[in-house]
Every structure is written in structure tokens, then in C-alpha cells.
């Protein structure tokens, strides 16, 4: 297996990941309180990791929201595998990754496309206490997942203070748990690190956070996407704008009662306390709308190819937000109600 794909298992669960095959059907959405028959069209099989920005695929299976637009939802427990390389290799027909994995995957088999977004914000830099900025860890032992979002913000932060990675002692672990167990432990100085996991990194440690992506990036930047093989956006694309519809309604109910989203998901999905991951999900909410970022993120690939992560851009294809704008415009309603717009 490569470095490139080893990558890929970010923020895979350990011991058992979880997954939803959803059965969609082509009934459109209901919205008037009717609820549809369930559906019994295609099998849709997810894969996806375990940041905060997985939160809408996990909150609308555990609430069936996937049922209001025909669909039936079933939580399969499995052996961990490699999100990425599922996708792209046709054993899953979406997944919620994050688009850094996604433009390297695609770079090799470009048969999917982003559809939409999922989760915004929520990467980190912590440090140790004392580290108090980025010029601070020349030298130091810092960790990070490669070719994440994680690791390409990190990268894009010591362009913007005139080092690189040379500068540092850059150590690549692969999963979320032994990276944030490694920094609280004092094996690293300072790790780029996903929510929930780097709130709790954070106070345990009585470190500090030396950048968001925010002060770089701006406001509303993407983390994870969804993802679809394309092949289903072709062939079905009801299917495709009902998974959309879904996540819509998921992203609604967490920002309206996430005390209630974060009861279903601690210790199921996100191992950390309730009081971090309600803290951490302040830093990376739901963003299903993320139609101004198709620039963005194919900004990033520039990066990566200065990381040999890529040797070549991937095309205009690696984003389709056709059925986001479909669903916006036939379910308005959907989209009037999340905090979450585009400026498009």
C-alpha cells in the first residue's frame, strides 16, 4: 500500500467502523408532514471517517431522516477499511471524505465527483504550552495525517510564515487516535488535528490553538464532502438529489438541538465527552451548501503538488454541484432553514 493510500484510513474508526447502506428510493420528498413509503430503489453504500464533518451522514441514519424521501437506512457494523480506496475503487457508491483525499484519489481514478458539502471548519493546530505561534515549532516534532485537509492547512500556514516542512520534524501517523493519544502524551510538540479530537487535545494538554484555517482561509471553508461515484449521478440522479435532501434536514436538526445530536453520537461515533464534543462542534458545524468553495478547493491542489501528493490537477469534473443547485431550487424550504449559505 502506498503513503498516498495509508493516508486514506484517516479518521477511520478503530476497532469497528461504521457504516450506512441506505437503500434510496425515487419518491421525492414529502414536505407537507406525508410522510412516503419507504423506498426499495438502488443500494447506496456509504463509506467515511469520523471528524464532526461526518455528522450529517451519522445523525440522518440514526434519525431515518433518509426514510422521508423514500429511502430505508441501516447501520452496518464492520472491520475498519480505507474510505478512500473504497470510493474510488467502485466498493461504495458515496462517501463523506475529506476533498484533500479526494483530489489525490481522484487524480488516479477520476470516477466520482463531489456532490456536495457536509462538514465546514474544524481543522486545528494545537500545541504545547509554551509553543505560543508558528515560528515557535522550527525544529519541533509536529504530527499530522498525510494529504489531509489537516495536513495541507498546515502546510499553507508555513508557507504564510516563511518556512516549510523542511523547518520541522514532520511525523505522519495515520490514525486520529494515535495521533491525538501520541501529542497527550508528550510525543509531539504540536499536531493539525480534526474535531472533536483536538478540543479534547487542547484541554487535556492546557495547550493552545495556533490556527483554525479561518485567519487563511476565511469563514465557511470545507472540510469533508460528499461524495459520489458517477456512475450514480448518471444513472440516478433522484437518488442523488434525495441523499442531498437528507443531508439538509440532518444539518437543520444539529444546529437546531445539538445537545440531542451529540446524545446520539458520543461514544457510538465520536469517542470524547459530551462537554468537548458540544465545545468542538461550535468550531465545525454542517455546512451541506458549499457551491462558493468549487475555487477553494481546487486552490489546495497547488499544495499538493508542491508535496508530491499529486503530479496533476484533477479536472472540472472532480466537482459537480449540478443536483446541490436541483435540490436548492425544487426544495427550497430545505435550504432557507440551515445557517449555512454559499455567496453564489
Known amino acids: 500500500m502506498s503513503s498516498q493510500d495509508r493516508a486514506s484510513t484517516r479518521r477511520e474508526f478503530l476497532g469497528r467502523s461504521v457504516r450506512f447502506t441506505i437503500a434510496v428510493g425515487i419518491t421525492p420528498a414529502c414536505l407537507s408532514g406525508v410522510q ?29 431522516l433518509f426514510a422521508k424521501y423514500g429511502a430505508n437506512a441501516e447501520v452496518v457494523l464492520t472491520v475498519p477499511g480505507t474510505a478512500t480506496i473504497q470510493l474510488a475503487s467502485n466498493q461504495v457508491e458515496m462517501a463523506v471524505l475529506p476533498y484533500t483525499s479526494a483530489i489525490a484519489a481522484y487524480t488516479r481514478s477520476p470516477g466520482f465527483s463531489v456532490i456536495s458539502g457536509s462538514g465546514i471548519q474544524g481543522l486545528q493546530v494545537v500545541a504545547k504550552p509554551g509553543i505560543k505561534g508558528f515560528a515557535d515549532l522550527k525544529g519541533k516534532k ?35 487516535f494515535e495521533l ?50 458517477k456512475k450514480v449521478i448518471d444513472k440516478e440522479p433522484e437518488v442523488v438529489k434525495n441523499v442531498i435532501r437528507a443531508f439538509f434536514d440532518a444539518e437543520y436538526e444539529i444546529e437546531s438541538n445539538i445537545e440531542e445530536a451529540a446524545k446520539l453520537m458520543v461514544g457510538k461515533y465520536y469517542k470524547t465527552d459530551m462537554a468537548s464534543l458540544l465545545s468542538a462542534a461550535k468550531a465545525q458545524p454542517p455546512g451541506v451548501d458549499i457551491r462558493d468553495k468549487r475555487e477553494f478547493m481546487f486552490g489546495r491542489a497547488k499544495s499538493m503538488r508542491e508535496l508530491n501528493y499529486i ?34
Open 36 to 64: 412516503p413509503a419507504e423506498g426499495s430503489g438502488p443500494l447506496v453504500k456509504f463509506s467515511h471517517g469520523t471528524g464532526l464533518c461526518n455528522m450529517p451522514l451519522f445523525y440522518a441514519g440514526e434519525k431515518k
Open 311 to 344: 503530479s496533476k490537477d484533477p479536472d472540472q469534473d472532480f466537482v459537480n454541484f449540478k443536483y446541490l443547485d436541483a435540490v436548492i431550487k425544487e426544495s427550497p424550504e430545505l435550504w432557507r432553514r440551515v445557517r449555512v449559505h454559499s455567496r453564489t
Open 180 to 229: 491525538s493519544n501520541a501529542f497527550i502524551a508528550g510525543q509531539l510538540d504540536a499536531i493539525a488535528i480534526i474535531e472533536p479530537y483536538a478540543t479534547k487535545c487542547k484541554t487535556a494538554t492546557g495547550g493552545s490553538f495556533l490556527g483554525d484555517g479561518i485567519d487563511i482561509y476565511g469563514q465557511g471553508y470545507p472540510d469533508c464532502v460528499l461524495l459520489a461515484q
Open 142 to 176: 509536529v504530527g499530522a495525517q498525510q494529504a489531509d485537509t489537516l495536513d495541507i492547512m498546515l502546510y499553507d500556514y508555513m508557507k504564510k510564515h516563511g518556512m516549510t516542512y523542511k523547518d520541522l520534524q514532520m511525523q505522519y501517523i495515520a490514525d486520529t
